[in-house]
């Protein structure tokens, strides 16, 4: 059975730093990019940062040069850390596993983990 969890979310004040994990269990993480989307109140869930199998990131413009995201594949694990926090990262952030062969494999969410930026 395949399981992605996230954690790590809760809040926090502007300028602050958060670090998400999420683990993907029952799937063979090697053969998955990994990605963190968010979704804010009434906006349309994007893109925040994706990993590749061995490394390779890509960022949203809104984050790139405060957000990191990494991942440990012994562990299954992909984590984001989040620095010099603003109001509006305020969202649900979603973990996201998708795979590398769409073929083969099919992709899978969390069900995602709150972080809210606010004095």
């Known amino acids: 059975q395949v399981q992605v969890v996230e954690s790590g979310g809760g809040l926090v004040q502007p300028g602050g730093s958060l670090r998400l994990s999420c683990v993907a269990s029952g799937i063979t993480f090697r053969r998955y990019y990994m990605a963190w989307h968010r979704q804010a109140p009434g906006k349309e869930r994007e893109l925040v940062a994706a990993i590749a199998t061995f490394g390779g990131t890509n960022y949203a413009d809104s984050v790139r040069g405060r957000f990191t995201i990494s991942r440990d594949n012994d562990k299954n694990t992909v984590y984001l850390q989040m620095n010099r926090l603003r109001p509006g990262d305020t969202a649900v952030y979603y973990c996201?596993?998708?795979?590398?062969?769409?073929?083969?494999?099919?992709?899978?969410w969390g069900q995602g983990t709150q972080v809210t930026v606010s004095s």
């Open positions: 996201h596993a998708d795979p590398v062969d769409h073929n083969k494999y099919t992709d899978y």
